[in-house]
């Protein structure tokens, strides 16, 4: 195992996922955030489509998205609980910083649509390696909010997804490893 800790390599190798709902301040300020989105905006996008957009909310917007996360849930399950609606509002609350990471592809372009997509997880996770480079500690969630339309329609078009939201924050405790797989599972060499 790779032990260095001295040298870039060690960076990409000590990165972590925090849970979202355990980071506290301080999060980027301005200036580290703009870094840490033109760090994500640097990954490989055959066609220089830039098939994704990034929406950050400040922290005075996260009533009316806890607003927004509730009103879609109701519409969507009349059903719902007090449980289920007082997720939406804690989902809407954490971490300091937050990013919507929207799928935004060029429609029409020869580029396949697939090959957009995959650019836009890697600038996710280009966004997450930025956090961690400059001490901060990121969460990408899904979940619900990630599919509703209507979620979907208050940061972005019909044509575009919600590929994550990126929460990001400084770790109010140590964050655990968590195992990872063998190589040797997930690795093989071509046998022509």
């Not at 009533?63 to 989902?91: C, I, R, T, W």
């Not at 649509?113 to 390696?129: K, P, V, Y």
């Not at 994550?164 to 046998?191: I, Y």
Request: aromatic share 8%; net charge negative; charged share 20%.
């Amino acid at each position: 195992m790779f032990n260095d800790t001295t040298t870039p390599i060690s960076l990409l190798l000590s990165r972590r996922s925090g849970k979202p709902r355990d980071m506290i301040a301080p999060g980027p300020d301005a200036a580290q955030l703009e870094t840490i989105l033109t760090a994500a905006s640097r990954v490989p996008d055959h066609g220089k489509l830039a098939p994704w957009r990034f929406v950050t909310l400040a922290a005075d917007q996260r009533n009316a998205l806890a607003d927004l996360l509730v009103s879609a849930y109701q519409a969507e399950k009349p059903e719902a609980g007090k449980l289920e609606l007082d997720a939406m509002v804690q989902f809407a609350h954490q971490a300091p910083s937050l990013v919507v990471v929207l799928s935004s592809p060029v429609v029409g372009s020869k580029i396949p649509l697939w090959e957009q997509e995959l650019s836009t997880g890697a600038a996710c996770m280009q966004l997450l390696n930025a956090a961690h480079a400059l001490g901060f500690v990121g969460g990408w969630l899904t979940g619900w909010p990630t599919y509703s339309a209507r979620v979907r329609d208050a940061f972005g078009t019909g044509d575009e997804h919600i590929a994550g939201f990126v929460f990001l924050g400084s770790p109010s405790k140590a964050l655990e490893e968590r195992p990872r797989p063998n190589l040797s599972d997930v690795v093989r060499a071509w046998q022509p």
